[in-house]
């Protein structure tokens, strides 16, 4: 991964729905991290780097919301045993390096 990529991921709950729902139950996303630009680019994830599970576009706005971003990193994710999660990865600045994922 190069250090100035951007990509954004949201991890979503589906245990009781299915991934058609995604597009229509805000309320299945868990978390999801859009920040980017500056410090925000290069590595990223739900590492408990902060305390905010949504952030959106950009770097810096404190505290984030979903219109805005704060760091690459988000809170840890208190994933349930039996539960079913879909990870969504966008390549947002469209990198041919590509990426690796680390659960831990």
Known sequence: MNITDDYDWSLFNITNASCGDIDNSQSL???CNAAGGGTCNGLTGATGGTTYNVQGAGCN???PSQTMGFSA???L???IVGN???LMVSNWTGSPNGY???FG
């Open 29 to 31: 996303m868990v978390s």
């Open 100 to 102: 690796t994922i680390d």
């Open 73 to 75: 990193f988000n809170s």
């Open 61 to 63: 706005a404190n505290p």
């Open 77 to 79: 994710i208190p994933v």
């Open 84 to 86: 079913t999660y879909v």
